[in-house]
């Protein structure tokens, strides 16, 4: 089992900054994967970004250059660096842990999440 919880969420004005963190506890030497998802009031919940165990990443397009997705693996921590905040950027933030079991096979683990508000 894998547990994850997400922090550093808050009210923000426009073009400010936050920093997600989301610390795993439990079988973490299992993650693989993880990544930053989004969901907005009335929207279907979308990928911000996504990264390896190697360290890998991959962004939606509509936010590259201004969101950074890291991990600290000694540590078991996963970052979401979110520069030049707008307000279409208010949504909640939740982290996902993409976990390998003895036959290979893929656990997904969902943190509760975290809001972020950006205000005009």
């Known amino acids: 089992q894998v547990q994850l919880v997400e922090s550093g969420g808050g009210l923000v004005q426009a073009g400010g900054s936050l920093r997600l963190s989301c610390a795993a506890s439990?079988?973490?030497?299992?993650?693989?994967?993880m990544g930053w998802y989004r969901q907005a009031p009335g929207k279907q919940r979308e990928l911000v970004a996504h990264i390896s165990r190697g360290g890998a990443t991959n962004y939606a397009d509509s936010l590259k250059g201004r969101f950074t997705i890291s991990r600290d693996n000694a540590k078991n921590i996963l970052y979401l660096q979110m520069n030049s905040l707008k307000p279409e950027d208010t949504a909640v933030y939740t982290c996902?842990?993409?976990?390998?079991?003895?036959?290979?096979?893929?656990?997904?683990?969902w943190g509760q999440g975290t809001q972020v508000t950006v205000s005009s």
């Open positions: 439990g079988s973490t030497f299992s993650i693989n994967a």
């Open positions: 996902r842990a993409e976990s390998t079991d003895y036959r290979g096979g893929l656990t997904l683990y």
